[in-house]
């Protein structure tokens, strides 16, 4: 089963929109995409939910296109507490209810 | 506050003890789940238990065992430790059986230190 990959680290500077993607090609088609972050030592916290197009709450959009093999996590005009790590999680296939989570990307940001 | 809570928060053992850990998941949430994560590394996943029941496993080792118990609360057993096995052991609840469409809510782990 393929792994769900992220970019290692993405670097950006206060003020800026953020975007990370994510690859599940092997996304099951019932299956929910999910984004955490995680600070050191703690555990991971829910960012943002969506199964397909566009979702929006108070923190974060998520953009899923059509063949949703692929999310991308928008973090809009980032601060420094946003320096983490960002995970996304989906299921492992169809016949199964793992929930494998992604490889993760290291965001910094500068001032 | 997730609502999730892991006891203990540290562990210094030896090689070839066992642990024990535990995790008690939000109130109402009937799913466990288990997570490792080791110095820097990913999140891999152990394994579900849902109302008492094991619902997916994952690559967790032959060494490790758990189970959920009548009141919810789930445990983690870690036996014959290596070197390796130190990490951070995460616990998360959520409300239904099959954690997709749903929030995981983690507690803020056990740290293990293998001596």
């Known amino acids: 089963l393929a792994k769900t990959t992220q970019p290692i680290s993405m670097d950006s500077y206060e003020g800026q929109e953020v975007n990370i993607t994510c690859s599940h090609n092997?996304?099951?088609?019932?299956?929910?995409i999910t984004w955490y972050q995680q600070f050191p030592s703690q555990g991971p916290r829910f960012i943002i939910q969506?199964?397909?197009t566009k979702v929006t709450n108070e923190v974060a959009s998520l953009f899923i296109p059509a063949d949703r093999k692929s999310s991308t996590l928008s973090l809009p005009r980032v601060s420094l507490s946003d320096t983490a790590v960002y995970y996304c999680?989906?299921?492992?296939?169809?016949?199964?209810?793992?929930?494998?989570f992604g490889t993760g990307t290291r965001l910094q940001v500068f001032p | 506050d997730s609502g999730v809570t892991q006891t203990p928060k540290h562990l210094i053992t030896a090689t070839g003890q066992r642990v024990t850990l535990r995790c008690s998941p939000r109130?109402?949430?009937?799913?466990v789940y288990w997570y490792q994560q080791s110095l820097d590394q990913g999140l891999q996943f152990l394994i579900q238990?849902?109302?008492?029941?094991?619902?997916a496993k994952g690559n967790i080792l032959e060494r490790f065992s758990a189970q959920q118990f009548p009141d919810l609360h789930s445990e983690l057993n870690l036996s014959s430790l290596e070197l390796g096995d130190s990490a951070l052991y995460f616990c998360?609840?959520?409300?239904?059986?099959?954690?997709?469409?749903?929030?995981?809510?983690f507690g803020s782990g056990t740290q293990l230190s293998v001596l």
């Open positions: 998360a609840s959520s409300v239904g059986p099959r954690g997709r469409g749903e929030k995981l809510f």
């Open positions: 092997n996304i099951a088609t019932n299956d929910y």
């Open positions: 969506g199964y397909k």
């Open positions: 999680l989906v299921g492992e296939g169809d016949n199964t209810d793992k929930l494998i």
């Open positions: 109130s109402g949430d009937l799913s």
């Open positions: 238990y849902y109302n008492g029941e094991e619902r």
